[in-house]
T-cell receptor
Framework: NAGVTQTPKFQVLKTGQSMTLQCAQD?????MYWYRQDPGMGLRLIYY???????DKGEVPNGYNVSRLNKREFSLRLESAAPSQTSVYFC???????????????FGSGTQLSVL | AQKVTQAQTEISVVEKEDVTLDCVYE???????LFWYKQPPSGELVFLIR??????QNEISGRYSWNFQKSTSSFNFTITASQVVDSAVYFC???????????????FGRGTSLIVHP
């Protein structure tokens, strides 16, 4: 029962460095999401993927790119990290439409990213 | 566009007190889902409840209860006889239901930090 697996748990980057956050789910979900959590701001959507091969911007996409290579995996890439991207990042997947009574988001354990 | 407002940034109570966390939402859809998630100090996000827009029955689960009122667009969460272990950040979220024509993307409130003192 792995659910949503997110790596790494912690990361420190220098300004300008790049990195990729990995996310995989084993529940055969179509929809996957990347959120960032900042103090007092709640969870804000960065990008989402409604199905394999499709991605769309969320509320705060600038500075990020995503890849949905297959149904299981949805990665988030920071091409040139900036201090403003210091945050906690959560990947999530969602039960399919019509899953009556079990509709919900499943979250990964989060990645704490610091950009110096 | 959908919006979730959790006006209470932080609530501090003493153990055994009852506490209500407010959630007010905005949506143009007639069919939608509302959620509550808990984030304890360990950081993970724990699902608490989901409510469909067409079901206004209140829900009780142990010390937790939820009051859904469409007339006021509110989905409030009450913890009865609070305990120290209830200390966490609580998030309310909203998404359109599938087929409602919306984006089916969950929108979260900013969260309410609940501190329960012994």
């Amino acid at each position: 029962n792995a659910g949503v697996t997110q790596t790494p748990k912690f990361q420190v980057l220098k300004t300008g460095q790049s990195m990729t956050l990995q996310c995989a789910q084993d529940m055969n979900h179509n929809s996957m999401y990347w959120y960032r959590q900042d103090p007092g701001m709640g969870l804000r959507l960065i990008y989402y993927s409604a199905s394999e091969g499709t991605t769309d911007k969320g509320e705060v996409p600038n500075g990020y790119n995503v890849s949905r290579l297959n149904k299981r995996e949805f990665s988030l890439r920071l091409e040139s990290a900036a201090p403003s991207q210091t945050s906690v990042y959560f990947c999530a997947s969602r039960t399919p439409p019509g899953t009556r009574g079990r509709e919900k988001l499943f979250f990964g354990s989060g990645t704490q990213l610091s950009v110096l | 566009a959908q919006k979730v407002t959790q006006a209470q940034t932080e609530i501090s109570v003493v153990e055994k007190e009852d506490v209500t966390l407010d959630c007010v939402y905005e949506t143009r859809d007639t069919t939608y889902y509302l959620f509550w998630y808990k984030q304890p100090p360990s950081g993970e996000l724990v699902f608490l409840i989901r409510r469909n827009s067409f079901d206004e029955q209140n829900e009780i689960s142990g010390r937790y209860s939820w009051n859904f009122q469409k007339s006021t667009s509110s989905f409030n969460f009450t913890i009865t006889a609070s305990q120290v272990v209830d200390s966490a950040v609580y998030f309310c979220a909203l998404s359109e239901a599938p087929g409602a024509g919306g984006s089916y993307i969950p929108t979260f409130g900013r969260g309410t930090s609940l501190i329960v003192h012994p």
